[in-house]
C-alpha cells in the first residue's frame, strides 16, 4: 500500500512525501527511521484519486521521469536509489506504484532495460532497448537525457495539435448547437405565421419541412449520431479500418503534408538516438520504424529495412519512401559519404520540426476565419430566408 505523509525533520522544517508500507504503523516506523516525526500519515486511495487523476502513465509523467532519471545519474545517483527518492516526491500514485515495481525487480537483481520491459504499455521497442545500450556503454545518463529530449518533443508535438484543432472545434459545436436552437425552437414559433398560405417559396417550404423532421425526428437523429460515433469509435480499433483511414489521409493535400512531416520527425528523432548510442544502421531502421504511427508508411520502412540489410545504399533505398523528398535525400547522401549519419539525422528532424510548426500556425491562422466564416454564413442564412419569408408573406397578403 501506498501512504502520503507530511512530518518534520530534528530542526522543525516541514517534509512531505509518499512510503510504501504493509499497514499505516508500518508506514510511521518507517517515516521514523527517515529521522522525521509524522505529522500526519495517510494512506493514498486510487478509487478516490481516479475521480482526478488518470490511472495511466501520461507522455508528460513518462518525460518527467525520464528528465529526472537522468538528472539523477549524472550527479553519481544509483539508478535503484533514483527510483526511489523520485517515488517518494509527489508523484501520482499510477506512477508511484510504477517506479514501485521497477525498484522491486532492480533489488531482487534485474537490470533497468528487463524491468522496463514488463511494462510495454508504457515502454517502447525503443525506449527499452536504448536503455539496455545505456546499460551496456556505462553511459545511461546520456540515453535519459536524449529520450527526455524526445519526449518533450512528443509532448509538445501533442499540444499543438490539440491546440490548434480545439478552436475549430468549439466553433463547429456551438454551430451545431445554433442549429438544433434554430430548427427546435426559433422556426417553430414562426411556423403559425405561414399557415394557410398559398403559394410560398420554396426557400420557407424547405425552412419549414426541415424543422418540421428536426422537431419530429430529432430524438432518432441524436441516437443516430451517438450510434455512428460508437460505430466510428469501435471501428478505429481494428487493423483493417485503421488501414483505410491511413491510406485516404495520404491523399489529401494538405493534411498528407503534416502526417508525412510528423512521422518524419518521429523516425528520424529515434533513427539519430539509436546512431549516437551505437545501434548497427538495419537495426536501426527497424527499431525505429517502431515510433511511426501510420501503418503505410510503416510498411515501407520495413521494406527499407530489408534492402539496407542486404546491402543496398542508405539514400536511394530510403529515396524509395514518402517520408524523404528529394532535399532530405541529398543530406542522406552526404551523410553516408562522410561517415556522420548521426548529425544528418538529427538535423533533418530539426528541419521537420521547423516545418510541421509553421504548417500548424497557418493552418491555424486559416482555419479560425474559416470557421467563423461557415458558422456565420450559416445562421445568417437562416435569418435571411426567415426575412424573406416574412416579406413574401407581405406580398401574398397585399
Not at 221 to 233: D, N, P, S, T
Not at 303 to 317: F, N
Amino acid at each position: 500500500m501506498l501512504f502520503e505523509y507530511k512530518a518534520y525533520d530534528s530542526l522543525g522544517a516541514k517534509n512531505e512525501g509518499q512510503i510504501e508500507a504493509q499497514s499505516k504503523q508500518e508506514a510511521l516506523l518507517a517515516v521514523e527511521k527517515l529521522g522525521l516525526f509524522a505529522l500526519e500519515i495517510k494512506e493514498v486511495s486510487e478509487r478516490s484519486n481516479s475521480l482526478f487523476q488518470s490511472n495511466k502513465i501520461s507522455l508528460s509523467d513518462l518525460e518527467f521521469l525520464t528528465a529526472e532519471l537522468s538528472l539523477l545519474l549524472e550527479s553519481g545517483v544509483r539508478i535503484d536509489k533514483g527510483i526511489d527518492i523520485i517515488r517518494r516526491t509527489k508523484a501520482k500514485p499510477a506512477l508511484a506504484k510504477l517506479l514501485s515495481d521497477l525498484n522491486q525487480k532492480i533489488k531482487k537483481g534485474s537490470n533497468l532495460s528487463a524491468a522496463c520491459r514488463e511494462h510495454p504499455d508504457v515502454f517502447d521497442e525503443l525506449y527499452c532497448n536504448l536503455i539496455e545500450l545505456g546499460e551496456a556503454s556505462g553511459k545511461l545518463s546520456d540515453v535519459f537525457a536524449d529520450l527526455a529530449k524526445d519526449l518533450k518533443f512528443k509532448r509538445d508535438l501533442r499540444s499543438k495539435i490539440i491546440g490548434s484543432l480545439t478552436y475549430p472545434s468549439v466553433i463547429f459545436f456551438v454551430c451545431i448547437l445554433s442549429i438544433f436552437f434554430i430548427f427546435n425552437v426559433i422556426i417553430p414559433k414562426m411556423a403559425s405565421m405561414f399557415e394557410g398560405a398559398d403559394d410560398l417559396p420554396w426557400y420557407t417550404k424547405f425552412m419549414l419541412d426541415t424543422s418540421a423532421w428536426m422537431v419530429n425526428y430529432q430524438g432518432w437523429l441524436i441516437v443516430g449520431g451517438i450510434a455512428f460515433i460508437g460505430a466510428i469509435h469501435f471501428a478505429a480499433k481494428t487493423t483493417k479500418f485503421q488501414n483505410w483511414w491511413q491510406s485516404v489521409c495520404l491523399k489529401l493535400p494538405v493534411i498528407s503534408k503534416a502526417i508525412i512531416t510528423i512521422e518524419r520527425i518521429r523516425f528520424n528523432s529515434g533513427l539519430a538516438m539509436m546512431i549516437k548510442a551505437g545501434v548497427p544502421i538495419d537495426k536501426a531502421l527497424g527499431l525505429s520504424a517502431g515510433n511511426i504511427k501510420n501503418l503505410t508508411l510503416k510498411r515501407e520502412m520495413e521494406i527499407a529495412k530489408q534492402k539496407v540489410k542486404r546491402g543496398s545504399l542508405l539514400a536511394p533505398t530510403l529515396k524509395q519512401t514518402s517520408i524523404y523528398p528529394a532535399f532530405y535525400v541529398s543530406l542522406l547522401e552526404v551523410g553516408e559519404e562522410s561517415g556522420n549519419l548521426e548529425r544528418v539525422f538529427d538535423e533533418i528532424a530539426n528541419r521537420s520540426r521547423a516545418d510541421f510548426e509553421s504548417w500548424t500556425q497557418k493552418m491555424t491562422t486559416l482555419l479560425e476565419p474559416l470557421m467563423i466564416l461557415f458558422m456565420g454564413g450559416f445562421v445568417g442564412g437562416v435569418v435571411v430566408i426567415m426575412l424573406l419569408s416574412m416579406v413574401s408573406m407581405n406580398d401574398i397578403g397585399i
